[in-house]
């Protein structure tokens, strides 16, 4: 897709580190230690982090965290603070769980470890330790590929399909790991170990560098914006949403330090409960509302030909009543034709993703759909990714 079509100056904005948190919390067994007073860490059964009472406290939700192997929870949707402040998370044993700079936590390998939350207000430093407690991965069913052949107004299609079980692992995959370059989708597969990867967003192909115009969120953080199109987002629960998403960004500075927070709602100013999304790909339009054709590119933001009227490939990502995803791979169709497609195919939920030469499909080693050119950007799945 040509960028004079997209909306100019997509929003680049590289991943946020600390976000503001104001959550309701409860009781936790933790370490508490006020570096500003200093005082040294002394264990407490307290849901007061500051034994010494100090004016900032934060508190975690209860008395361990639970996280299964390759699946992700955040930890900020637990954590209390007093007053305004500075979240930021360290892990204990890297080897055990990953922590992101948001407090997205992923269980790595079955066993305990911790997390030190550091909150920093204006005049002081206040720490808790949260433990983790990582166990065995759930089972998910391998996904499935088929071509399958679907009829729309007289016309017969040739489909490339593959459905990937609800709760597979799923991230938003990076050229390089790094906004703003390209890569072969095979080579961003291996990258992440992903079994399954589709291209994802729209790109600038024929310019330097390949900015991404689609939103686009990576463990847990915001690294693009657009506000146009459709997004699809997966929450760590292992569901999946889909919706015109709309990002505002706040930024103010606290112990001098810039922290960020972003509001998210609609295309109509709806907020959006998007909070747990931790990967996120926008493009579009739409195809499929809650089981009934539904296209409105214009209204979305599209101006292309190629977008509204015009046939080409496509490569199109829906949500299926059980919850599960269905990819899929068209060689030739317009949005209408291929929205047809998508509903036949079973999918509740649908929105097209980038397509001519950068529709591309992979199941492990079986090339499906090969790109025409590298990519900035991907959706991965597999059982084994590596974040």
Do not use: C
Request: a positive charge; glycine letters at 10%; charged letters at 20%.
């Amino acid at each position: 897709m040509n960028k004079k079509h997209w909306k100019q100056g997509a929003l680049l904005l590289l991943a946020a580190a600390t976000m503001i948190v104001s959550h309701n919390g409860g009781a936790a067994h933790v370490y508490a230690e006020n570096t500003s007073s200093g005082t040294s860490a002394v264990p407490t059964s307290s849901n007061i982090s500051d034994v010494n009472e100090s004016k900032l406290k934060i508190t975690y939700a209860s008395e361990k965290q639970k996280v299964k192997v390759n699946a992700r929870v955040f930890l900020r949707d637990k954590v209390k603070a007093s007053q305004p402040a500075v979240l930021s998370y360290a892990i204990g044993n890297a080897a055990i769980a990953r922590v992101e700079p948001n407090g997205l936590v992923t269980g790595l390998k079955a066993g305990t470890t911790k997390v030190t939350i550091t909150a920093e207000s204006q005049s002081e430093t206040v720490r808790i330790t949260v433990p983790i407690e990582v166990t065995a991965a759930v089972a998910v069913a391998a996904p499935k590929y088929a071509s399958v052949k679907v009829m729309v107004s007289g016309k017969t299609y040739t489909v490339q399909t593959v459905t990937v079980p609800k709760g597979t692992p799923v991230t938003a995959g990076l050229a390089n790991k790094t906004v703003g370059q390209v890569q072969s989708l095979r080579g961003m597969a291996a990258a992440y170990r992903a079994d399954v990867a589709v291209n994802g967003t729209f790109f600038s192909a024929y310019e330097d560098p390949p900015i991404p115009y689609g939103n686009i969120i990576s463990n847990g953080d915001v690294a693009n914006i657009s506000n146009l199109g459709t997004t699809i987002g997966f929450r760590a629960d292992g569901t999946a949403v889909m919706d015109t998403l709309r990002i505002r960004t706040t930024t103010r500075r606290i112990a001098g330090k810039e922290d960020k927070s972003y509001v998210m709602t609609n295309d109509k100013g709806d907020a959006l409960n998007w909070g747990d999304v931790h990967t996120a790909i926008g493009a579009g339009p739409r195809l499929v509302v809650n089981g009934e054709v539904k296209i409105d590119a214009e209204t979305e933001g599209f101006r292309d030909p190629k977008i509204l009227t015009g046939g080409g490939a496509r490569s199109g990502i829906g949500i299926k009543k059980d919850g599960s995803i269905l990819i899929a791979t068209i060689p030739g169709a317009t949005m209408k034709q291929w929205a047809a497609v998508m509903l036949k195919l079973g999918a509740y939920q649908a929105m097209n993703l980038d397509g001519g030469a950068s529709s591309g499909l992979l199941l492990k080693d079986k090339t499906i759909t090969a790109e025409g050119r590298l990519l900035s950007n991907a959706l991965l799945f597999g059982s084994g990714l590596k974040y």
